[in-house]
DNA sequence: CTGTTAGCGCTTTCAC
DNA sequence: GTGAAAGCGCTAACAG
């Protein structure tokens, strides 16, 4: 234990008297005579020999290294499509750099340089600006749940169309007749906004009224949504107009219950309730936090990083929809 | 745009007509004639260039990058936990490299090998084997929430034994005559277990019977659980001998809520409730899930951050506690 | 199949 | 002050 430094390849040659490049071959796999490999990795083994992936980087220009951005982790959708893509990034022998924009188009634009920077071996994003055209060309990107305008980036995300569709077909067959739509938006545009054209066709198709609070995200969500339901209350006899729900995400689903539970509604007795995304309880028991359409996370997850490792090979599919499923989750009769 | 290579320093030096180094000393902060700043400035912005910090990293060693090991994200503790560390790792202009271990020492492990490899400049864990003999030594480690029997590694937590003893102090403040504690704990030793080691030094004090389930965690903690208060109702009156629970964690006061829920018994009027954590509600608005010991996990986190940058210039100071807040969130009456 | 060697892009002496 | 040059630890091309 005299030398303080990280032991190199040059004494991993030493200590087993052969040349660098037998030792460079033995570590990445390349054939050698038994003898020297067994001589080198006993070398490498006494003198506890890991390679410097920032020499390695700087040689083949490859980082083993994915970058993912998102907002933050602080919604269990986010939290979920994280650890996921974790997982996945774990398996396939990379590692995971995180950056949690907060939605901040400066910061997110930060984060694409800093990983530029840094070599990336690939983009994940999940961002509320345009960030394509700050991608060097070099680095595969793609965009998870969101798209662009101004460039054909390849994109991954849920059949938010066809959930959004589903969920209505589910209320209807659930006995409801005037299902509403409720949820905010992103004033960027991405694919959950599908769910609401999703929801949108579905009346069409089935000839009813689309009833919808459909607004730009706000601080003020929650009081918003609750003076659009009393102001579907009949003023006599407080019945609502409506008898189902279907919300762009399961906390707005969550938040809907809650107000509904206040004006002394019965879930789902007097209004059915579907939300978006399968967000479970927190509890140790495996139940969903309201009736959904779950998004499949680890196909999703799987899907994005397996692409971005191929983007090199072959080109990519400007866009991947991976179905979703209705999941029971209290909110409706089953 | 003729090329498809990243512009090198060398790029830029030729482009300024300086030499490299200068173009090195720009970049670096260091003092350089006026002349010669502007021209590489200007050279640098017109071919767009970009340290590599992967070639920076080999001359530096100094990757400017924290490692984080948690064992996922699905919990909002971890999740949220993860979130602080990454906004205070780009605060301080590092990248965050997140390690999901899944609480599997051999992942565990790996990741720390994986960390030593890309010469990260310090490691940050939440690990459930003690992996401080497997970290060299000359890359900071900082151990959340735990601690090794066989290295006196840096530590940093919640002071876990004082939210303990708050918990049962309040209960009583509350009216509780008999508060108990429930809890599961892991079998690798932890800061958490100061937590019973709270309740029953709280115990000791008010000359309580120190009632409790605290048992391995397994996969039927809910049953557990649910049997546990089963066994404290009287058979006949069905009354329950315990009014005030102490919960590990607010998913343990989850499961608690929602058992005596099924079994009748009013929260908080029969039976109050202080959890552990901080667990917010999934709801646009801010309330907690249970009335709770909040950890301060923005300021744990740049404490986590703050010691390890510094840990080459100072030593460390062994444990670090910070000190934690009762909150109301409904499950106590105030 | 192995040894030698040139450089990846950068920082940092060292002369000037 | 600036330029030239050595070298961080590794890979890959080349000669043997």
Redesign the interface.
């Known amino acids: 234990m005299a030398k ?1 430094q ?1 032991p190199t390849m040059k004494d991993v040659a030493r200590e087993a008297g052969v040349a660098l490049g037998t030792v460079s071959r033995v570590i990445n796999g390349i054939t050698v005579g038994d003898e020297y490999k067994k001589k080198v990795e006993a070398a490498i083994k006494k003198l506890n020999y ?6 390695r ?2 040689k083949t ?1 490859q ?1 083993k ?1 994915l970058t993912l951005i998102i907002p ?3 919604l ?1 959708f986010y ?2 499509f ?2 996921e893509i ?2 996945q990034t ?1 398996q396939h022998g990379r ?6 924009s907060n939605g901040i188009p400066e ?1 997110e634009i930060d984060y694409i ?2 990983a ?4 990336t071996d690939g983009i994940i994003a999940l961002t509320y600006s345009d960030i394509s055209n700050q991608v ?3 680095i595969p990107l793609i965009v998870f749940d969101r798209h662009f305008e101004n460039r054909s980036v390849p994109r991954i995300a849920s059949d938010n169309f066809a959930g959004g569709f589903l969920a209505i077909e589910k209320l209807l067959e659930f006995g409801c007749t005037h299902p509403i739509f409720i949820g905010y938006h992103s004033d960027f545009p991405g694919e959950a906004d599908k769910r609401f054209e999703g929801f949108q066709a579905a009346c069409k198709k089935f000839e009813l009224k689309p009833t919808f609070l459909y607004e730009s995200d706000d601080n003020d ?2 009081e918003t949504l609750y003076n659009f339901i009393v102001s579907h209350q009949d003023k006599d006899t407080h019945t609502l107009d409506f008898d189902g729900i279907f919300a762009n995400t ?3 689903a ?2 809907a219950v ?1 107000i509904l539970d206040d004006l002394n509604y019965s879930v789902p007795a007097d209004v059915q309730i579907i939300g978006f995304d399968g ?1 479970k309880k ?4 495996d139940e969903y ?1 309201v009736s959904t359409i779950v998004q499949p996370l680890p196909a999703l997850a799987k899907k994005c990083v397996e692409m971005i490792l191929n983007a090199e090979n072959e080109p990519l599919p400007t866009l991947t929809l991976l179905p979703v499923t209705y999941e029971y989750g209290g909110t409706t009769i089953k």
Chains 1, 2 share one sequence.
């Open positions: 303080h990280a890991q390679v410097n992936t920032y020499a980087g700087l220009s980082t290294t933050s982790l602080a269990p939290a979920n994280a650890y974790e997982q774990y590692k995971l750099i995180l950056c949690c910061k340089s800093l530029s920077q840094s070599k060097p060309e070099d969500s929650y399961d906390l707005e969550c938040a809650r967000t927190f509890l140790p028991i936090i």
